[in-house]
């Protein structure tokens, strides 16, 4: 089983920076997908950035060049650094976490989730 604990969410005016952290537990061998999502009220929870075997990322466009994601293998600690951040980023940011072998996604782990609220 694996534990994922995120922090850093909060309360930021618009064009402020936040830096989020997941810190993973358990059995994290080969625990090569870590993402973060968000959710907004009314809406789905939708894939914001992730990274990959420590070297692929993706971002989605509408957090391109202002959102960075980044891992610390010796901290088990995915981080997403948001900066210019804008209202429309209000969100639960919840971390997520699974295994890919031969191609194929294994495991579905997810923390709690941080509420970051950007006020205009």
């Known amino acids: 089983q694996v534990q994922l604990v995120e922090s850093g969410g909060g309360l930021v005016q618009a064009g402020g920076s936040l830096r989020l952290s997941c810190e993973a537990s358990?059995?994290?061998?080969?625990?090569?997908?870590m993402g973060w999502y968000r959710q907004a009220p009314g809406k789905q929870r939708d894939l914001v950035a992730s990274?990959?075997?420590?070297?692929?990322?993706y971002y989605a466009d509408s957090v391109k060049g202002r959102f960075t994601v980044s891992r610390d293998n010796a901290k088990s600690t995915v981080y997403l650094q948001m900066n210019s951040l804008k209202p429309e980023d209000t969100a639960v940011y919840f971390c997520?976490?699974?295994?890919?072998?031969?191609?194929?996604?294994?495991?579905?782990?997810w923390g709690q989730g941080t509420q970051v609220t950007v006020s205009s």
């Open positions: 358990g059995s994290i061998f080969n625990l090569n997908f």
């Open positions: 997520h976490a699974h295994r890919v072998i031969g191609g194929l996604a294994t495991g579905n782990y």
């Open positions: 990274i990959q075997d420590s070297a692929t990322t």
